[in-house]
DNA sequence: TTGTACGCGTTATCAA
DNA sequence: TTGATAACGCGTACAA
């Protein structure tokens, strides 16, 4: 900047206003300023504009893993609102629980404006302790104290799934649940409880199957079914990609879905429409689930609300060929 | 920082040496600084210690479009390297071309230590007129004279996969290209012709469909395939997306796979296992790619290497049960 | 072992 | 309309 300064003979002052279109400068000198930043090449440092206008334009995201169908979702859709906004993503992803996290957020704090935040089961307190006061914060699928938060509503959307099933003429049905301290799988096993108690369907431990949303796990989760006896008609997985596994496992097995096995989802991922049979699933608007994070976020960065908002986005149920018709 | 000094009573200096260890402080000031810190919640800033190191410990990763199991297989890959150099990325995308491209370009600029770029036709003269000299980049699938590069063998790749198809016994094969200006279309369209040629097949402009990458223009391309009289009985669709659509349009069509008709693809998406039946294709290691390109970068930024290389990756034929047994 | 003081590249304030 | 200069928050010689 200062040899563009020095070569257009005027003061670096000027070149910033030029540049920038900050304040008032001479036609003649614009001119002549823009002209030697192209022949010099010159583009201005961000991080120095950064530091001086308190503001990176730039929102930081922070996932508890990147594979799936789930979190590339998210990431589409708060790229996309981000970038509407002309604002930048700064993605990390943390796996392995509390320090992981800790250490993400901290490297994360003062090269992002705002945070939006996906963490199985965060806690009021990590935010508090590792995050600038102010610094707007939205967590995503869940809800934490004193921070905006988008989510859905877990229960009611795994009852109306495991309703359908209900519904169906199904009587006994088995659910593969998320791992036992995550909220959102405990809120979608609540949900699949109160199905069958509205149902009059009586609750049995037995058919609630251990999983820890991975795939694989759907693999295991439909083993322990076979062995259930009487094999239960139908099986409730508490995300797509157990289901998919499960799918996959079932189908080794000899069975057919749905005329063996009615089998359902969670989420609707992509990859849910596409296997076969499709899976019916509840929908869970993922990427819009990014984008009003980010949104968020950027009501609160630019000051338009005091506090992000806690958003709850709608669920819906959608019915595919993996359930079949009624009994 | 200057709070923490004050109720620390000792300078800013030794503040800093305290927390990043960066030089001798006693200990009894190290504890008394580091609570203080604890207690006041102090994060350093991280845009003001970049300014000063000229570094950000960012890789930026800019990508042509964040839809499908591609792109979010590059991030995933470039992540999990940045990741592990305990750097981050800075992701952006740019859709609508060459100035939605430049713009990226530049805000990118100043905020990151290295460039991952993937853009269908990116030129070294965009690069070099957008980008400071000396800033690593990398570019991902193609080849920029001066930069870095991590891509595949398109053309060797889809000479493999029609030659199994013709090795299947298959005469009349039809290719769906994709867009006419992206030079991986290009080459992989040479590597199908070669293939024909080597096989005695003789080249036929009627079998080449036009196609764009996208889901829908496979399902169109379907289209067009079943116009054709007499049909060949084998499709090759450049990219596994085009291949996913011409499947569903296929059997919406009426017509088995791979009984009626052979199908493969390219790049082995991680939906190309999970479509059935499960499709037969050139295998990219996508997130290999990501996290090579970000190594390269790293080597180049941490000066281990006076320049970004020229990587090649290898691919190699998956066959799955969309082309079943020989004719 | 600690403190002082400078500079990283910008933008913003103020005086000219 | 322009220029000099003071921050922005941090790291780091260098001196003490």
Redesign the pocket.
Known sequence: ?REVARQA??????V??A??A?????EE?RRRILETAERLRYV??RT??N????ATETIGVLLPDLYGGFYSEVIRGAERAARAARYHTLLASAHDGLPELVRALRTLVGRVDGLVVMSPDIEADVLRKNLPPGLPVVVLGGAVAGHGSVAIDNAAAAEAVTRHLAGLGHRRIALVSGPAPNADARARRDGYRRALAEADLAPDPVLELAGDFTEASGRAAAASFLALSPRPTALFCANDAMAVGALQALRDAGLRVPADVALAGFDDIPLARYVTPALTTAHVPIDEMGSQAIDAVLRAVRGDAPAPPAVTLPTRLVVRESCGARL
Chains 1, 2 share one sequence.
């Open positions: 900047m003979g005027v003061s670096v002052a000027t910033s206003r540049l920038n900050s304040g008032p400068v001479g000198t201005p440092n120095a504009r530091l001086k206008r308190v």
